[in-house]
């Protein structure tokens, strides 16, 4: 993947970490995303703009920075429900909105009402046939509701939730929600999955569990991941490459490289200091946003990525 932002902005450098497992082998070819000096803007104002893009098919891939920058209409704008202001966007070489089944998506997490009855596995069958009018016929119509319930039987193993699937969805968990909800997204075996903040309002636990799910579906399944996250560190680990944009522009490469006080402080444009806890974790401080972007504080309600 590449990224070729604003022109005081240079992408990081390529070197590859040893310690981390290779993504698939791609080419041109196999490029699932790719934005050609592109722009967006939102009620009058660009929230970025020169950016250029390429995502190979099985990279996973984080997009962060302080809120309101974008992330979240980023993935909007690869979804076809936010038009861009200049440039060109492709999803799997076409343009956004018209690639269908094959790109997954699940929107920032909504809790469930706890007296809510639907069964996880009715909640993961609504990514099947959710767009569907009407109730499917008998006779003709049984082998394509038994493919369909062997799926959906498939993906909910895929995800580790077949323990729980039959309860009412109120009654799950934060953590099993969200994996339900992931199921839901995975259920027509897309080719990409775009995931905005899938960590937000998890515990520690969790986080971890649900990051080290979608690194295996990345790597067994093949699927290329996009995903929104306001703290990196969960996903640290298990990432390609990460976009960050801020102050109008982007900059991406291996997390090392880019989560840096020098990368950082080119791109904000003012000095940045990037601290790395005795854990491993990194705190970016100095930036306009409040302090520890990478941390486990998430934005107040209603604040930054939540609306356009």
Known sequence: MTVKPTARVREASQQTD?????????????????????????????????VELDVGAGEFVAVLGPNGVGKSTLVKVLLGVLPTAAGEVRVLGEQPGQAGQRVGYLPQRRSF???????????????????????????????????????????????????????????????????????????????????????????????????ALVGRICREEGVTVIMVAHDVNPILSRLDRVVYLAEGGAVSGAPEEVITSETLSRLYGTPIEVLRTSDGRLVVVGQPEAPAIHSDRHAAPGAGEGKP
């Open 18 to 50: 040893p310690q981390r497992s290779p993504a698939p082998a791609r080419s041109p070819s196999g490029t699932v995303v790719s934005l050609r000096d592109a722009a967006v803007r939102v009620s009058g104002r660009t929230l970025w703009s020169g």
């Open 113 to 211: 009402d706890a007296s809510l009855r639907m069964r996880g596995t009715d909640i993961v069958r609504l990514g099947w046939d959710g767009d569907r009018w009407g109730v499917p016929l008998p006779g003709r119509f049984g082998a394509r509701r038994k493919a369909a319930a062997r799926r959906i039987a498939e993906v909910i193993e895929l995800v580790g939730a077949a323990s729980y699937a039959h309860r009412p969805i109120g009654q799950c968990s934060g953590g099993e929600q969200q994996r339900l909800l992931i199921a839901q997204a995975l259920v027509r075996r897309p080719e990409l999955l775009l995931l905005d903040e899938p960590l937000d309002s998890l515990d520690l636990p969790n986080q971890a569990a649900v990051a």
